[in-house]
């Protein structure tokens, strides 16, 4: 059976997509070179729903306390000692929060690393889950208030792509994507991992807009 064609959105976790993003996240992995190791990792979970490629995102639990209790977020946290790379800290994330063990062969590769508001480096780890009506996920609920998605195709038409734009210093400082229109607003760091994977899965039909700043105030 054919493969479905470039404009085709099930073509975007096709099997010759996948070949293609794995190829380019290596190549970007040996152009990086010997980086300073992440701090942090969060799985970027690729998925289909009802034969749909989608993203899987979660909503902090308000239970962890702090400024991003409620927020849309990625699986993942610190890295433990015990963790050899960011690939296992965002799996054994990803387990602890969703319930969802998975092996690394669903890993397509690592991101560009992103500092996050306190200038940590964030690894975001691009996975695929496959068709989620054939997984059980058992959220933590001290970690994880609701499970939901965004097929792919929504977040790459214009009329759920936003902006919003910051100062410092009472000047125009740095412009962040949001993405709305879904059942939460994407923001902060997890809208500027969700570009790169759109950037990554549709170049073809998708340009980052935003540039990250050395450190994000606000996300």
């Not at 976790?13 to 040996?30: D, I, V």
């Not at 306390?65 to 965002?90: I, M, Q, Y």
């Not at 387990?95 to 690894?123: F, I, K, M, N, Y």
Request: glycine residues 10%; charged residues 20%.
């Amino acid at each position: 059976m054919a493969e479905p064609g470039p404009g085709d959105p099930g073509a975007l976790l096709s099997s010759g997509s996948e070949r293609r993003c794995r190829a380019r996240l290596a190549a970007a992995a040996a152009g990086r070179g010997a980086a300073a190791a992440a701090a942090a990792a969060v799985l970027v979970p690729l998925c289909s729903v009802r034969g749909r490629p989608a993203l899987l995102f979660t909503l902090r639990s308000r239970r962890l306390g702090g400024r991003h209790s409620g927020d849309v977020s990625f699986p993942g946290g610190r890295r433990d000692p015990a963790d050899g790379d960011a690939v296992a800290t965002a799996l054994r994330e990803t387990r602890e929060e969703l319930g969802l063990a998975l092996g690394e062969p669903s890993v397509w590769g690592q991101l560009q690393a992103l500092p996050d508001r306190h200038g940590l480096l964030v690894a975001p780890i691009v996975a695929n889950l496959g068709p989620l009506e054939n997984l059980t996920l058992t959220p933590n609920p001290d970690e994880v208030a609701e499970i939901f998605t965004l097929p792919l195709a929504h977040l790459l038409r214009e009329e759920n792509q936003g902006y919003t734009h910051f100062r410092t210093a009472g000047r125009y400082g740095y412009t962040l994507p949001v993405f709305l229109n879904g059942p939460h607003k994407v923001w902060g760091l997890t809208a500027i991992i969700t570009e790169l994977t759109l950037e990554l899965l549709a170049p073809e039909r998708y340009r980052r807009k935003t540039v990250a700043p050395a450190r994000l105030r606000s996300a």
